[in-house]
Nanobody
Framework: QVQLVESGGGLVHPGGSLRLSCAASGFTFSTSIMSWYRQAPGKEREFVATITRIGGSTTYADSVKGRFTISRDNAKFQVYLQMNSLKPEDTAVYYC???????WGQGTQVTVSS
């Protein structure tokens, strides 16, 4: 069974940091491009970041460039999203996505508020 499970969300003050994790199972993780998306209340789901199979290439949305870092550990079947300098507008449910499998995780809530 192909499955993605996110963790690491929570409540953080503006300027703070969080690290999201996504555990993958049921498919060949090491050959899969992996991505993070987010969906804020009342808005459409939007792209955040993506990383290639070996992790040599990453792409970010302009809104998070310089603040977020996507990485992966193929030996642990995990993809991460390190989020620094968080802003209230980063508040959203964050989803892990495997594009080649068209599989989404259940999402993890990130709330940035003072």
């Amino acid at each position: 069974q192909v499955q993605l499970v996110e963790s690491g969300g929570g409540l953080v003050h503006p300027g703070g940091s969080l690290r999201l994790s996504c555990a993958a199972s049921g498919f060949t993780f090491s050959t899969s491009i992996m991505s993070w998306y987010r969906q804020a209340p009342g808005k459409e789901r939007e792209f955040v970041a993506t990383i290639t199979r070996i992790g040599g290439s990453t792409t970010y949305a302009d809104s998070v460039k310089g603040r977020f870092t996507i990485s992966r550990d193929n030996a642990k079947f995990q993809v991460y999203l390190q989020m620094n300098s968080l802003k209230p507008e980063d508040t959203a449910v964050y989803y892990c996505y495997a594009p080649t499998r068209d599989v989404w995780g259940q999402g993890t809530q990130v709330t940035v508020s003072s």
